[in-house]
Structures are given as C-alpha cells and as structure tokens.
C-alpha cells in the first residue's frame, strides 16, 4: 500500500479568502477606508474651483470676504485630514491582512510532513514568509485601492476641465498619454537599474564577512590581491548602478516640469489669442485659468503613481501565487487523538519496511526487528545505510513506504504529537539551540515540564552544577559560546530525558568529541540509559555498555 495516499490536503485556505475574511471581520474600518478615499479625491477637487470663484471675482473688481478664503484654506486642511486618515486606515488595513497571512502560514508549516518540509530551501522559505508577504502588504497600502483612487482622480479633473473649457482637455487627451509612456520608461529603466544596484550592494555587504571568515585560507594561499580585485570589482559595480539610478531619478521631476510649463504656456498663448476661432476654443476668465493651471499641476501626480502601482500590483500577484502555492501543499498526514499502548507487545517492532525518499532510491527494504522493553540496541552500518533514516521513522516523521512499524502495538507514525515526548528522547549528532534561557534549551515550550523535572535532569546527566554556578542559573540566556560542545551534548541528553521518555533514540552523539569528554557524555548516558530501552548508533556506547548489535543495510 503506498501511504502517501493517507495524506491530505487540509487547508483549504487560500491568500484570497484570507484577505477577504480580514475585510469582513474589519467593517468598520472598511467603512472608514472607503469614506476617506472618496473624501480626500472628492475634497481634493474643490479649491481650485474656490479660487477660479474668488480671481473671477477680484477681477471684476467685487470684494471677497474672509470667509471665502476661509473655506478656500479649510478644503486644503480637509484634504490633508482626509489623507492622513486614509494612509493610516490602510497601513492599519495592510498589517492585519500581513498577519492574517502569516499566521495561516505558519499554521500550514507545522501541518506540513518532515518530507515535504526537508525538501524546500530554507531561504525560499523566509522569502515567502517576508517578501512575498510584503508585496501582498503593499497591494492594499500602495496599490489597488491607490490605483482606484488615482484613476478616480484623473477622470474627475478631466471632466471639470473638460465641463469649463474643452479645448484644454483635448490637449489634455493628447498630451498626457504620451506623458505616462514617458513615466512608464523612466520607471522600468529606474527598476532595472535599482535591482542590480542592490544585487551589486549585496556582493560588497558579502565580501566582508566572506573575507573575515577565510582570512586565514586567503593568507595561507596568498590570495590577497585577488579578494582586494574582486572587492574593487564589486564596488566599481555598486557604483555604476547606483549612477544610473541617480540619472534615471534626476531627469523625472524637470522632465514633468517642463511638460507641465509646454502645457500651461501653451494654454494660456491660445486663450489670449487675437484669433477669433481660437478664442471660442481656449478663451476663459482669469479665474478658470488660475483653476485650470492648478489642475494641470494635480494631473501629474496620480499619473506617475499609477505607473509604480502596477508595478506593485503585478509583483503582488506573484508574490499571492506563491502563498497559494505553499498554502494548498499536501499536508502530513492525521495522527491518532489518543493512543494506549499494549505493555505486554514488543518494545519496538518493524515487520518488512521498506523506505525510500525519493522513488528510484531505495534506502531500507524488507526490514525485520523486534527490541524488547529495557534493551539496549547498536545499528550498524556503512555511512547511508539508513540508520538516522530508521530514527526518523520510528519518530513517524516519515512512514514506511511498505511494511509495518509498532510501538508497543501502536502505528509509530499515527502516535499523537502531545505523547511523543514522553515516548521517545532523541539526541542528535549536534545540538540545535532553541530561543531562550537554559532552562527552555531543556524544556523546548513544553508547558507540563515543571522546574523541578528540568534540575532533575540535569542532575542525571552532571551538568546542573555547571548551570547553578551561573550568576544567573537556570535563566541564564541561551547563547551559542555559553556552552562547550561537551556540556551542549549533556543539555541535548538533559532535554532528550526530561520528559522521561521510554525509549531512547541516540544518534552519533559523541562523534566530534575529544576523549575526555567524551567520557563525561557516555558517563551521563550510562546513567540516563537506566531503565531505559536504548537504540543508539554509536560504537563506543556499545564498547562500553554492549547490548545487542544490529545491522543495517548490507
Ligand atoms: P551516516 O552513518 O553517514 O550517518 P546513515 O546510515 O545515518 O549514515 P541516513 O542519514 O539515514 O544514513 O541516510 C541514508 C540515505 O538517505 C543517504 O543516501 C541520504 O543521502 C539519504 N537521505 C537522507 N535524508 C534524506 C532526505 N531528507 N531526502 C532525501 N534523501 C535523504
Ligand atoms: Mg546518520
């Protein structure tokens, strides 16, 4: 029977409904959000029309009174108000969306099988938990509603331009196509040349650390000069993509100046025209043009933004087929809610597995063994044979593509995750810190391990005095040089029995040890071994405890 077909994909979330669930649960603030992107492009709108009203009047020579100027200054207030409020709602807006997805990211990571997991590049990884979250965080700060908005805006100019002088919107409708091609180019080169500027500041950031960590091999094999080459090669092009994105920076904004005056002078030449014809197509009040010249300013703006927004738009749409993807991945599959193991049965027992990572490459077949409660086991074998293989599924990380795994009766792989602890203790070769003090490098947020169980431990492997003589004992914080590799591999024995697990797993754990510490560690297994069954790949724990040797593989 091939098991994988016992896998399901339970998670039927997609990014989509996950956005979609964040709106329904935020009305409210959707309710704001949509009231301050009508407001700002609605208010935004209307103090050129105030101030084509105040010119038109001041130029025939009527008064104004404060009140106008009042209401002229208090548009521009509200429009800013009604901006703030909306840059605000959507960074709220965008940070619950960006959580939402990650914590059903999260979710998904810890339902997914030790498989699938091992298979995926740990920094394709973080990518999709930062990266791609991000741009899909940016899809709502900066750009569908953004684009929405900006389009809204330039629509509403154009038709009060075109409702107060139509000749000047058909220049409009000319012109600034050509303007967002323009943009469109500017920003597309700007992209490019921003990307290789960061891969390039990249290569510089790396040459450093790169050159520090092989200081001793670059002076042994005197290397020096090549490194000093490479380093002036990697700024040299740093320097170069950070001068084309100054360029492409620098020639923006005049560019747009200079479209913008070509526009304005033009307009308010051909509405002062002598020629009658002319006149009935741009002549307008004084007014209208001071309205007019400050729309034409207001058009370019949205225009520069909708360019960036499909930008961010497009790179959203990936970065959202990319969660899709890691979201509807094949879950591992269900473990058993509770179990009760038969005491009477083996300790362990493998009838005829057969496994293999990937399908041409058989790594265990027609594996037989029964350990019995208490015994102390050694598997042997050439270097991938499968003996951590066969640890991994006796931790039903994995299942046996054929045959049959118990632990006393029971499925190894369908043992629920919550008594795993106390069934198995593994070490491995090397021991991998978790955040935290000490005593969670022992506990690993295992909330039923009391203090006093944590200290025992310790004192069974001999490395509680070493904790205690801490200014700070047990709450000392955990960090990488704190330990020696020996008291590292005591902690990892400390944690692996803490929970006082039936069976020990114990995997190369004095390799890369010097001889006395190494008896320290066998020392400390010897004692954790008690009452314990063991299987272990080890030869030195089986020369000095013996027990029974079994082979794996050929
Ligand atoms: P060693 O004595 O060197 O530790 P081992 O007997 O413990 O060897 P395993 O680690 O079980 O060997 O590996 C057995 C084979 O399975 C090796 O060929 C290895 O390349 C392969 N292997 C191990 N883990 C994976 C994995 N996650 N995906 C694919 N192949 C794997
Ligand atoms: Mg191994």
Redo the contacts with the bound molecule.
Sequence with gaps: MNRNLMKKNLMKKRTASVIWATIRTSKVMTLGLFLTVTGAIVIALLPPLVLEWMIDRLSVGEGLSIVAALVYFGFIALTGLFEAGREILLTIMGQRITREIRHAMNEKITRLA??DL??QEPGVMVSRFIGDVDTVEKLFTSGIISMVADLCKILCIFVIVGGKNRGLAVVMLMVLPAVYVFTRYVQKRSLKAQIENRKAVAKVANHVPETIQNIRTIHALEKEEYMEKRYSDYIAENYEAMEKTNFFDSIYSPAILIFNGIITAGIMVLSASGIPMVKTIFGMTVGTSVAMVSYIGQIFGPLESIGMEIQTIQSAIAGVHRIDEFLSREERWDTKETVCFEEMLPCVELKNVSFS??EE?E?LRNLSLQIETGEHVT?V????????????LLLGMYQPKEGTISIYGQDASLLPDTIKRSVFGYVE?SFCAVPGTLADQIRVLDEGITQEMIESAAKVVGIHDTIEALPSGYETPYHANLLSQGQKQLLSIARAIVARPKILLL??ITANLDADTEQTVLLALRRASQNRTVIS?SHRLYEQTGGRLVQ??D
């Design positions: 030790a498989e091992t298979r990572y990937v490459q790594i598997l074998g050439r270097t991938g044979a499968g003996k951590s293989t066969l640890f991994k070769q995997d190369e790949i794996i593989g």
